[in-house]
């Protein structure tokens, strides 16, 4: 068993493969491929890393995993389907993206 987390900001997306007690065994981006600037944001750069990341985990020996996701960037769903796609069974899928409840303000809005 594994976990996959899935962090998507608005600029990358970042996908890391660790055991079950927290312990980094690979990780993945869309920087990381060879994508630059606004191309790393997109939904295929996504799902590349996501193909990559899930071909590491069944070399290392993981079958079955869970996946957590964090953020609101686009490539979520484009690497949740990748890893449908590969042979790795998914047990769970969690969503740990934080919730501000009236927190801290946000920054100002631009104005061009």
């Known amino acids: 068993k594994g976990i996959i987390h899935i962090q998507s900001t ?11 007690q927290g312990n980094v065994k690979f990780w993945s981006s869309a ?3 060879g994508f630059n600037n606004s ?3 997109t939904s295929y750069a996504a799902q590349a890393a996501a193909e ?9 020996g993981f079958h079955s995993i869970i996946i957590q996701i964090k953020g609101l960037g686009y490539g979520k769903l ?3 389907r990748a ?4 042979k ?3 047990l769970k899928i969690q969503e740990c993206t934080p919730l501000a409840h009236n927190g801290c303000r946000p920054p100002k809005k631009r104005r061009v």
């Open 52 to 60: 990559m990341l899930a071909t590491k985990a069944i070399n290392l």
């Open 78 to 80: 484009t690497a949740i």
């Open 10 to 20: 608005q600029n990358n997306t970042l996908l890391t493969l660790t055991d079950l």
């Open 31 to 33: 920087g990381t491929l």
């Open 83 to 86: 890893i449908y796609k590969s």
């Open 88 to 90: 790795l069974s998914v």
């Open 39 to 41: 191309r790393k944001s």
